[in-house]
């Protein structure tokens, strides 16, 4: 399955453009209701306990995105590993703070590309592979965020959480079965054997084909490990909002779960900075007065949370990079080939 074909240079300048318009305009404009002076003394009003809590969360956040990627990519199955670090393979952890710093680095997800690229790099994957298990980890996030929103939500009646719940299975279940219809009435348009798919609707089909049909994709740990991945960094980033913005955690937590979901914008600044931002005070907004003063330190809270969890995310790569290219003679010589057919 070939890599999406690259934008035209005019419409990738064009969207750069309108990301950077977007991201910087909502932040200059979030900034406009929140004095400077506020920004700073949000960085030092959590006590820090607060602050170590916050990382430590963070933390485990990223080893149970390599425990994820571990068992969806089968990596145990298909190639030794060259390290373990509590369990986790070093190289899947590697290739994990890697992406996640290109995606915090780059505007409009583009670090998303990298993904393929690293897996490929580090993990001896297929591109088709690492493309389907890259997409197949976006949709189990979003459905994880989607639940994890419907139960926590603060003040929606157990009524309408129970609806909102059947309607996502609901939908869950038309979903499945429009792919199934759609593949069966399309059994070569998925056809991976060097031959491009016709169109963009099809090649995009292909690679939704490819990753629900994989079993390790289904493993019920990887389910489990996506839900504690979200709910410890939602919890970690509430905390954080919390102690700056002085609302309730639960608000906090709608900030927190406001600010991930603002992610899935086409449109991202750089470094996410004023969709995030902007993402955060929506949730919190959603409960809160408008004159209320934990609504005024929304936006210095986000910045606050944005900049941290930035600042973890370039380190973190930034070691993994130099780990990753520190072990590379030593990983030629002995790691055992992989056995990933194709």
Same mark, same amino acid.
């Given at each position: 399955?070939?890599?999406?074909? @690259?934008?035209? @240079?005019?419409?990738? #300048?064009?969207?750069?453009?309108?990301?950077w318009a977007l991201g910087l305009g909502l932040l200059a404009w979030l900034l406009s209701r929140t004095p400077f002076d506020q920004v700073k003394e949000a960085l030092f009003r959590p006590g820090w306990d607060t602050w170590a809590l916050t990382l430590v969360g963070l933390l485990i956040s990223y080893a149970l995105r390599a425990a994820r990627l571990q068992i969806v990519l089968n990596l145990?199955?298909?190639?030794?590993? @060259?390290?373990?670090? +509590?369990? +986790?393979?070093?190289?899947?952890?590697?290739?994990?703070?890697?992406?996640?710093?290109?995606?915090n680095l780059l505007p409009m997800r583009a670090g998303e590309l990298s993904f393929p690229w690293l897996a490929s790099r580090e993990l001896g994957m297929p591109v088709a592979r690492a493309v389907a298990c890259l997409l197949w980890m976006r949709v189990q996030d979003m459905v994880i965020l989607l639940v994890l929103g419907l139960l926590l939500w603060p003040g929606l009646p157990l009524w309408l959480r129970a609806a909102a719940m059947a309607s996502l299975l609901a939908a869950w279940a038309v979903a499945a079965w429009l792919s199934r219809r759609w593949f069966s009435q399309h059994p070569t348009s998925t056809d991976t054997h060097g031959q491009r798919p016709s169109s963009k609707l099809a090649e995009l089909m292909g690679r939704l084909r490819h990753a629900l049909l994989e079993p390790e994709h289904h493993h019920p740990l990887a389910w489990l490990a996506t839900l504690a991945n979200w709910a410890i960094k939602l919890a970690a980033g509430a905390c954080l909002l919390s102690a700056v913005s002085t609302a309730p955690w639960l608000t906090a937590w709608?900030?927190? +779960?406001?600010?991930?979901?603002?992610?899935?914008?086409?449109?991202?600044?750089?470094?996410? #900075?004023?969709t995030y931002e902007a993402g955060v005070w929506a949730g919190m907004a959603a409960h809160l007065p408008p004159k209320s003063e934990a609504l005024g330190h929304a936006v210095s809270a986000a910045l606050a949370l944005h900049v941290c969890f930035l600042l973890c995310a370039v380190l973190a790569g930034a070691s993994a990079y130099v780990l990753s290219w520190a072990n590379r003679p030593a990983s030629r010589q002995g790691t055992p080939p992989s056995r990933h057919p194709g």
């Open positions: 399955m070939p890599p999406p074909a @690259p934008d035209k @240079p005019g419409r990738a #300048f064009v969207k750069k453009g309108l990301a145990d199955g298909h190639t030794r590993a @060259p390290h373990r670090w +509590l369990g +986790l393979r070093t190289d899947a952890l590697r290739v994990i703070l890697m992406h996640n710093a290109a995606i709608a900030g927190a +779960l406001g600010g991930e979901l603002a992610a899935i914008v086409p449109l991202q600044g750089p470094a996410g #900075f004023g």
